[in-house]
Nanobody, 115 residues
Framework: QVQLVESGGGLVQPGGSLRLSCAAS????????MGWYRQAPGKSRELVAT???????NYADSVKGRFTISRDNAKDTVYLQMNSLTPEDTAVYYC?????????WGQGTQVTVSS
């Protein structure tokens, strides 16, 4: 069983920054993709960013240049640095892991961007 735990969400003003963390409860497969999705009220869940076990990254167009995904393999942890936040970034952010066998989701962490 794999558990993903997100942290770092909160309330921030427009133009501010937050850093989200996602830690896996156990050692994961050598080949995997971890990433972040978000779901705003009344909207579908959408991909934000992913990073593979080889370090390849992928970003949604809406966050390119503002968000950075990174990893710490020793800790089985993925981070999402979010800069220049706008109210449109307000959502519940979910950590995701995909390996050869399964897909896992975290419980979500709320990010609210408001003045």
């Amino acid at each position: 069983q794999v558990q993903l735990v997100e942290s770092g969400g909160g309330l921030v003003q427009p133009g501010g920054s937050l850093r989200l963390s996602c830690a896996a409860s156990r050692i994961i497969s050598s080949l995997y993709v971890m990433g972040w999705y978000r779901q705003a009220p009344g909207k579908s869940r959408e991909l934000v960013a992913t990073i593979s076990s080889r370090g390849m990254t992928n970003y949604a167009d809406s966050v390119k240049g503002r968000f950075t995904i990174s990893r710490d393999n020793a800790k089985d942890t993925v981070y999402l640095q979010m800069n220049s936040l706008t109210p449109e970034d307000t959502a519940v952010y979910y950590c995701n892991l995909v390996d050869f066998a399964s897909m896992y989701w975290g419980q979500g962490t709320q990010v609210t961007v408001s003045s």
